[in-house]
């Protein structure tokens, strides 16, 4: 059977400065960032054949490739989804450099989400979507937002309460997860967030959806970041270490923004669990080999759940987990989110988290893992959901 | 450039082929569940299809409105302008003994009484003057 396993690479990494206001457009960070991933990876625009983005971005491939001077695309896709799309969006153009159909495939996520960033009425033109729902309501959100459940923050809240229910998960653990993250981000440079944090500062943080407070959420910033993906054939003249995608997988189900249906589904199965399986099966390695992992971090429980999905600890298991220290640079066994995460670095809605994912390859991390040869990377695990490996 | 939706007015849902059973249920005060014709099995949210048979045809029933209190989350900012004036206010799931679950708040009830697995019934809250919510309170008796 053919397989994307070990046959792609990520051969260049770029992003723009990350801020609360860039004061520039969505498509200018777009253009920006991946400029700079075509120029790391050692090629030029012309050598670029392939795009691959979230379907929820709003730069099209036009809007790419007339500003970016890519004379002629023979691959473009979109992936669903928001968070849960950074993944796929490497196991879509590793499908199409491994079967010929690209030779060299940019995936990039703009997101300009400052709060005066807003850029246009439309749902995804800045700001938060939330801000611009609609008084009628015509899909799933009407079993939602007319109780008042409007944010993710507050869906996420409602699946965090019954895993603190069923195993004795504490806020105190989310808190864990938030002080280790800006523990890193205190020595990363690209992070906007670098004043070192405490359980009790992340205590003394005011609620935004109880269990959740505002320490628990992700950033909102403005930025982007893209990467070149190519076969690995070709990977060894790149400029730089390749990093290797040893596996990539994908699942669907069950989706938060239908909370009745999640709940119909998740005490079977997650997204996330139906990922690892086939990630697992697919590079040929276990939990254990992995060195660091970039969780999806939209908010800080999402990595303890996240721990489970992929097998590092038992469902359930998450919370002593990260309060044994297993998650903090260096002394972890599993350094989590060594740039920051979404918590501390940026919110590019993970597209950070591979750009970091590939500095750990490379050995160029502020939070270097020593050796570091395979490096798990997640999108969001409770929407349509993915996941890659990618080695040395 | 800041472009606002603010608005005082609660976002209201609007009815389809699919699941108008439902919210019609709601404007008569009872909450009503697609039985899927062919196997039987009970669902919520509405769906066009059955789940477990791919049966297209179904039939509303209408629910005990009996169930227990799954999860929830109590609400600060932000959130919509429509809902700022009743910070903090509770979002709840309830387990339906049905076995569907849905999304709803909890009503008449005491601060310190809202826990997961207590029992709760429907009650219907009017929204203007074409919307009824299903909302839910402390059970009277033990179901």
């Not at chain 1, 007319?146 to 507050?154: C, E, K, R, Y």
């Not at chain 1, 270097?368 to 990618?390: K, W």
């Not at chain 2, 219907?124 to 003057?129: A, H, P, Q």
Request: aromatic share 8%; net charge negative.
């Amino acid at each position: 059977m053919t397989s994307i396993g070990d046959r792609a690479a990520i051969i260049g990494i770029g992003q723009t400065a990350f801020s609360k206001q860039s004061g520039k457009t969505e498509h200018r960070v777009a253009c920006e960032a991946i400029a700079a991933a075509i120029a790391d990876a050692g090629l030029r625009p012309q050598d670029i054949d392939g795009i691959v983005r979230y379907d929820i971005e709003s730069n099209t491939e036009l809007a790419v490739i007339y500003s970016l001077g890519i004379p002629h695309l023979r691959f473009f896709a979109g992936v669903t989804s928001g968070g849960g799309a950074v993944c796929g969006t490497i196991v879509l153009a590793a499908m199409a450099v491994t079967t010929g159909q690209a030779t060299n495939v940019v995936c990039f996520r703009a997101r300009n989400r400052g709060k005066r960033s807003a850029s246009g009425p439309g749902k995804f033109a800045g700001g938060r979507p939330w801000e611009k729902t609609p008084p009628q309501l015509t899909d799933a959100y009407q079993y939602h937002i007319p109780f008042g459940l409007v944010t993710p923050a507050q869906e996420m809240a409602l699946i965090y309460r019954r895993h603190m229910h069923e195993y004795g998960t504490t806020t105190e653990h989310f808190g864990m997860v938030a002080v280790a993250q800006r523990a890193h981000a205190v020595r990363n440079p690209n992070a906007v967030m670098r004043r070192p944090l405490t359980l009790a500062d992340h205590e003394n943080s005011r609620w935004i959806a109880e269990p959740l407070r505002l320490l628990d959420c992700c950033l909102e910033t403005d930025g982007a970041c893209a990467v070149v993906v190519t076969a690995a054939e070709r990977a060894r003249d790149a400029p730089h270490p390749p990093a290797y995608v040893l596996a990539g997988a994908q699942a669907e189900g069950p989706i938060h923004i239908q909370l009745a249906d999640y709940f119909q589904h998740c005490r079977e199965e997650t997204g996330g669990r139906a990922v690892a399986r086939q990630l697992y099966a697919m590079a040929g390695v276990t939990p254990a080999d992995i060195d660091a992992a970039m969780f999806y971090d939209h908010f800080s429980p999402a990595v303890l759940l996240s721990l489970e999905d992929y097998g590092f600890c038992e469902r359930g298991g998450s919370g002593p987990f990260v309060a044994a220290g297993n998650i903090a640079w260096p002394s972890g066994v599993l350094p989590v989110n060594t740039h920051g995460g979404s918590l501390s670095e940026a919110f590019i809605h993970g597209y950070n988290h591979l750009l970091e994912g590939v500095r750990q390859i490379r050995g160029t991390s502020a939070c270097q893992v020593p050796d570091a040869e395979l490096v798990l990377v997640t999108s969001s695990n409770t929407d349509p959901t993915g996941a890659i490996i990618l080695r040395r | 450039m800041s472009v606002s939706f603010a608005s005082s007015l609660p976002p209201i849902p609007v009815p389809n082929a699919d699941n108008a059973g439902f919210w019609e249920g709601c404007r008569q005060r009872e909450l009503r569940l697609q039985c899927c014709a062919q196997c039987g099995s009970i669902r919520h949210p509405p769906r066009p299809m059955c789940p477990r048979c791919q049966c297209p045809e179904a039939e509303w029933r209408r629910a005990s409105g009996r169930g227990t209190l799954y999860t929830f989350t109590i609400v600060y900012a932000p959130t919509l302008a429509a809902f700022q004036s009743e910070i903090p206010y509770n979002v709840v799931v309830v387990h339906l003994e049905e076995g569907p679950f849905i999304v709803t708040n909890l009503v008449d009830y005491n601060a310190d009484q809202i826990a997961i697995g207590m029992p709760v019934e429907v009650v219907f809250e009017d929204v203007g003057d074409t919307v009824t919510l299903p909302k839910f309170r402390p059970a009277a008796t033990e179901p």
